[in-house]
């Protein structure tokens, strides 16, 4: 038995490690990507040809609900 079979075994260790290692980062990042295809920012940037229309949608969306929301709240 030479010394060099210590260090074969140990580069397949390694290889394993490092392929496990991999396959398991490459699982946590299949759930994130999961994960940001559900959100809401993700259909935007995805459907909307410019974002700035979905922008200015929110922006009148909320200016409506404010106002209905200091009409229902004034007092009289």
Known sequence: MNGNSIKENRVVE???EKDAYLLSELERL???LIQAK???TYKVLVSYENTEFYVEELKLFYADRISK???LT???
């Open 74 to 76: 004034r007092k009289s």
């Open 69 to 71: 929301l200091i009409r």
């Open 30 to 32: 299949e759930k994130v």
């Open 14 to 16: 390694d290889e394993q």
């Open 38 to 40: 559900t959100k809401k």
